[in-house]
């Protein structure tokens, strides 16, 4: 017998937020497969509001209503039964954090958590990376965000380790990431990697799967540390503009990409690994997990 349904995640992070929807479809005798249906995108950046002034201005407050209002329009759609909202680091380091939370669950019916560090670190942790890792080896995984950073060292198949730092793409565009954080940071990666002899980078996030899928590489296969430098390297080389049209980068991917470059390569170097994978995953694949599993609430769609 076969059993279809759909549920949705959506993730409010501090560049953008996005409504993945996914399939679920459950065979006697058959293991259960997650498939995407449909993935929308909206970068809205509440980072470059909150990591500044502290508050979401109400030009964003406008956005994120329409937003959720649309996802709401669109789950009802594709007949979602199940979804949840989880809003990351600028929501929860706002001001107001909590009136947008009522205001949209007054006005577009959507109900939003906001989860802590260690939460976003666990439900990323969760995900399924089975099919993307051997067992026998060790990984650092790397989930580079807008607003944190979140890393969880992986022991054949087991996690072992698990934190969030606050050092994001916007964050660091706006130049309010110390030195301490940073070393705070080296210091957990060596402590927490340094037990083992070769270790491998896994990196999620919408930029370092733009540079894999730049890079031309075919799926499976890593990144070198030294390409990496590399790209790096060339995108400095590069204005905001340049980047926009002659490496035809969307204009919110073209100024994160290179932060979010540099955190991947300080995790390889700290790490000591000289490769990185780079799956399809990311925290709207753990939400959707965590909603079937039941390691965490989910909430009906009426």
Known sequence: MLSIKKYAAIDI????????ISSI???????????KTSLVRVPIRLGSDVFVSGNISEDNKNRMLDTMTAFKLLMKSHKVVKYKACATSAMREADNGNEVVKLISKHAKVDIDIIDGEEEAAIIAATDLHSYIKEDKTYLYVDVGGGSTEFSVIHHGKTVASKSFKIGTVRLLNDIVNKDTWQELEQWIKQNTSGYDIID??????????????????????????????????????????????????????????????????AMKWSGAKDIYVPKIGLSDGIIKSIYYDTVSSISLS
């Open 201 to 266: 980078v896994i990196g999620s996030g919408g930029n370092i799967n733009k540079i894999f899928k730049i890079s031309g590489k075919a799926l499976g296969k890593p990144l070198t540390y030294f390409y990496l430098t590399s790209y790096y390297n060339k995108l400095q080389t590069y204005s905001y503009e340049e980047r926009i049209i002659e490496l035809e980068l969307n204009q919110d991917r073209a100024d994160v990409i290179i932060p979010a470059t540099r955190i991947y390569l300080s």
């Open 13 to 20: 992070g501090s560049n953008a937020v996005r409504l993945l």
């Open 25 to 35: 479809i459950e065979q006697k005798g058959q293991l259960i497969k997650f498939k």
